[in-house]
């Protein structure tokens, strides 16, 4: 146990204890925040979106990655999102005129009916919204979620496939959602002015998101170099330190 503890962190073997783990939960939900980067337009040079990003300030939650795994375990997901979106919509009031907001959403509440609600806290801003799926899990092959895709279409959102390249994001999700926008896996960015060959992928997969009208994001950008690489393959819209680091609403971007 004690080599656990200095391997993993006492926080880690918490998880174990479903009932620390609702507690620690619920302080994460009490101090839920949000941060905000923006996604630039390079050849406008100013913003065309900003990602939404969650964090909380409670220090027995490792970072977003065991917040959404906390979720999962004990069903919250729905409860999160809601507690997200509800704080996204009172930052909203900040947003500037003509931004789009990037929302993670997990897989799961594609099926709710939460989002296509018109009293939901996002209703109102529906066409400034994009719904970034992300890759937690797989998503169903099923007639149900073609419906609920539409249904948020109909409402007012755009879909978005994030990381396309890696984990889950592959052909299947691309044709099920037929999303309006690609977030390129950042593993394929990075170093991508070194590599032969994720310049080549990169190039194939803004070609075909061209082909079928799909605006594509490349994100994680930290150098100029892997940023002109991406100009030159037809890249336009860009996310990364480069250019802001995630920060309260809502951070201006350096060109």
């Known amino acids: 146990k004690r080599k656990t503890v200095e391997l993993l962190g006492a926080h880690e073997m918490l998880l174990g204890d479903r009932a620390s783990l609702e507690a620690r939960f619920s302080r994460a939900l009490a ?10 337009s390079w050849s406008k040079k100013q913003v065309f979106a900003y990602e939404c990003l969650l964090r909380t300030d409670e220090p027995t939650i490792a970072g977003p990655g065991e917040f959404l795994d906390a979720a999962e375990r004990l ?15 009172e930052d909203a009031v900040r947003l500037p005129e003509h931004a789009k ?22 209703a109102a801003i529906a066409n400034r919204v994009v719904l970034e ?14 419906r609920c895709v539409e249904g948020l279409r109909k409402a007012g959102y755009s879909i978005a496939l994030d990381d396309l390249g890696a984990g889950y ?29 994720k310049r080549s992928l990169v190039e ?12 594509v994001v490349a994100e994680g950008i930290e150098y100029e170099e892997e940023r002109d690489t ?13 250019f802001a680091r995630p920060g309260s609403p809502f951070p201006d971007p350096e060109f």
Do not use: W
């Not at 101090?31 to 630039?40: D, F, N």
């Not at 069903?75 to 919509?89: E, S, Y």
């Not at 394929?188 to 032969?196: A, K």
């Open 31 to 40: 101090k839920l925040t949000m941060k905000y980067q923006p996604i630039v």
């Open 204 to 215: 194939s997969m803004v070609d075909v998101c061209h082909r079928l009208n799909i605006c």
């Open 75 to 89: 069903g919250g997901v729905d409860q999160l999102g809601r507690h997200v979106r509800t704080r996204i919509a």
């Open 101 to 122: 907001l990037f929302i993670n959403l997990h897989p799961r509440e594609l099926a709710g009916e939460q989002l296509a609600d018109p009293e939901a806290p996002l």
């Open 133 to 146: 799926v992300t890759e937690r899990e797989s998503l169903p092959d099923t007639a149900a979620l073609s």
């Open 169 to 197: 994001a592959g052909l299947t999700s691309f044709t099920l959602l037929e999303p309006e926008y690609v977030k390129l896996d950042m593993f394929l960015i990075q170093n991508i002015h070194r590599s032969s060959i």
């Open 230 to 242: 991406l100009v030159d393959l037809g890249c336009d819209l860009f996310q990364g330190y480069l």
